[in-house]
């Protein structure tokens, strides 16, 4: 019987990582998962990035590696101390994890790697691909100092692919999370007015995104991971509310999330982009859920009437 591939998995307690690593095993992967607690997991690797440790005695015989572990950007408000774990948590943590995986006598033919929209910072409605120059502030710098830490890997021939990830829409957290209380309780609307768009992509769109990057060895760099159907954020809150069977009518001042979460992050939750997924498109991927309504529902279990 063919031994099932092996795959190493950083953050599989995330949002994201708790979806796939069942994903991952229903493809006959046997997955190996990067920790900070030798406890917390069977088939382990124990990691300390803050330190520079990583245990390289468990990397043999890796086929892919699936890097998504990352400080949560919003967890907090940016003060210069947050903004420095912000940064370490996807700088450091990147660049050893690949100068590990290059330095492995057989690497692994692929690393699949977090990244985020937020590379191209406040862009109005502008379509971007990812062709697309970077934007400027701080979550810009941030992210571009995420994408060349894996530089290690790719100049030893490792491909790489850097997921551009849009607003991940899950019933088991994140921003839809977040929103859900509110709305249904009929105090859900748009933010600031609502015209920024407002891109997204499904969970399921994410994990299929991840097993496509891994099979698929045409695919490379960066990666707009986001809905074909960006929509603004106004649309978003009224078809939220529709598929709630709620009002959607509260809209929440600019100055109000400045209140709570403070001014730059505030702002940077509220910038316009409109991203567009040209690469997976052209390598062949075909989303589960390209339109929003049809991704909530399901999501929510909430079929149409």
């Known amino acids: 019987m063919e031994q099932p591939r092996r795959v190493l998995v950083s953050g599989s307690s995330g949002l994201i990582g708790s979806a796939l690593v069942p994903a991952l095993r229903d493809q006959r992967f046997r997955v190996i998962r990067l920790v900070r607690n030798r406890a917390a997991a069977d088939d382990s690797v124990l990691w300390n990035p803050d330190a520079g440790q990583l245990d390289a005695s468990g990397l043999e015989g890796l086929d892919a590696v699936v890097h998504l572990a990352a400080e949560n950007i919003a967890a907090h408000r940016w003060t210069?101390?947050?903004?420095?774990?912000?940064?370490?948590?996807?700088?450091?943590?990147?660049?050893?994890?690949?100068?590990?995986?290059?330095?492995?006598?057989?690497?692994?033919?692929?690393?699949?790697?977090?990244?985020?929209?937020?590379?191209?910072?406040?862009?109005?409605?502008?379509?971007?691909?990812?062709?697309?120059?970077p934007g400027r502030g701080f979550l810009c710098d941030v992210v571009r100092a995420w994408e060349d830490a894996t530089r290690p890997a790719s100049e030893s021939g490792i491909r790489v692919v850097m997921l551009r990830l849009s607003i991940v829409l899950s019933s088991a957290g994140g921003t839809l999370g977040k929103l859900l209380p509110l709305f249904r309780m009929g105090l859900g609307g748009p933010l600031a007015g609502g015209q920024q768009y407002f891109s997204w992509i499904t969970i399921q769109d994410v994990i299929g995104t991840v097993l496509h990057s891994i099979a698929t060895p045409d695919l490379s760099g960066p990666v707009n991971v986001s809905s074909p159907n960006p929509v603004r954020q106004t649309e978003f809150a009224r078809i939220l509310g529709r598929v709630l069977s709620r009002p959607a009518v509260f809209n929440v001042p600019r100055v109000a999330l400045r209140l709570r979460l403070g001014k730059e992050l505030a702002d940077s939750v509220l910038w316009s982009d409109r991203i567009v997924p040209e690469k997976l498109l052209r390598s062949g991927y075909r989303f589960l859920y390209p339109d929003l309504e049809a991704g909530l529902r399901t999501l929510l279990g909430k079929p149409a009437s």
Not at 96 to 108: D, F, I, N, R
């Open 80 to 133: 210069g101390k947050e903004k420095l774990r912000i940064l370490n948590s996807r700088a450091q943590g990147t660049r050893l994890l690949c100068e590990k995986m290059a330095a492995l006598p057989v690497p692994p033919r692929v690393i699949v790697s977090a990244s985020a929209m937020g590379y191209y910072g406040e862009r109005g409605d502008d379509p971007l691909t990812e062709n697309e120059p």
